[in-house]
T-cell receptor, first 116, second 111 residues
Framework: NAGVTQTPKFRVLKTGQSMTLLCAQD?????MYWYRQDPGMGLRLIHY???????AKGEVPDGYNVSRLKKQNFLLGLESAAPSQTSVYFC???????????????FGPGTRLTVL | RKEVEQDPGPFNVPEGATVAFNCTYS??????FFWYRQDCRKEPKLLMS???SGNEDGRFTAQLNRASQYISLLIRDSKLSDSATYLC????????????FGSGTRLLVRP
């Protein structure tokens, strides 16, 4: 049982390049999330999904797109990377049928992205 | 006002000390409360959920005060391995599954 995995672990991009971050979970969770974490700031929600085939915008969605074609996978895309997108990106998943026992989110190890 | 506010610290304490962190939240309708732990350059991991009656897990005790909208975490007999950033987390205004994370309180335990 691997939990939540993310690929790649590190990446350096040039401004304007595109890339896709992959998140996979083997816990059969319905809900999946993408966050970014910047120094001195809390985790900020980029996009999330409440089930296969659904996605929704979070707090900071601009410049990112997502897809959830399979229940276990959640992809985050950067169409044209900008230096402001330099950050650590975390994926998370949860059951979320309501209440603290199911609202608990489990995180992947993160992707450290630098945009030059 | 931030939805979840924490003192960033750092709290620098000797091994064996007792240390307490507080956190305030703005949404009076929040129902789910957590403390997560995050080690340097690692992912956040659930430390404990926080229940209305308060709960304890070994050396860790969490309390919830709904009237004042704050959550506390008490760590007794601090260990070097407790050095980390502690994130206060509550569920969001518009849905229970969307969690709002505080910026974290950094704890340093010295020998």
């Amino acid at each position: 049982n691997a939990g939540v995995t993310q690929t790649p672990k590190f990446r350096v991009l040039k401004t304007g390049q595109s890339m896709t971050l992959l998140c996979a979970q083997d816990m059969n969770h319905e809900y999946m999330y993408w966050y970014r974490q910047d120094p001195g700031m809390g985790l900020r929600l980029i996009h999330y999904s409440v089930g296969e085939g659904t996605t929704a915008k979070g707090e900071v969605p601009d410049g990112y797109n997502v897809s959830r074609l399979k229940k276990q996978n959640f992809l985050l895309g950067l169409e044209s990377a900008a230096p402001s997108q330099t950050s650590v990106y975390f994926c998370a998943s949860s059951y979320s049928t309501g209440g603290p026992s199911t609202d608990t989110q489990y995180f992947g190890p993160g992707t450290r992205l630098t945009v030059l | 006002r931030k939805e979840v506010e924490q003192d960033p610290g750092p709290f620098n304490v000797p091994e064996g000390a007792t240390v307490a962190f507080n956190c305030t939240y703005s949404n009076s309708a929040s129902q789910s409360f957590f403390w997560y732990r995050q080690d340097c350059r690692k992912e956040p991991k659930l430390l404990m959920s926080v229940y209305s009656s308060g709960n304890e897990d070994g050396r860790f005790t969490a309390q919830l005060n709904r009237a004042s909208q704050y959550i506390s975490l008490l760590i007794r007999d601090s260990k070097l391995s407790d050095s980390a950033t502690y994130l206060c987390v509550v569920n969001g205004m518009d849905s229970s599954y969307k969690l709002i994370f505080g910026s974290g309180t950094r704890l340093l335990v010295r020998p």
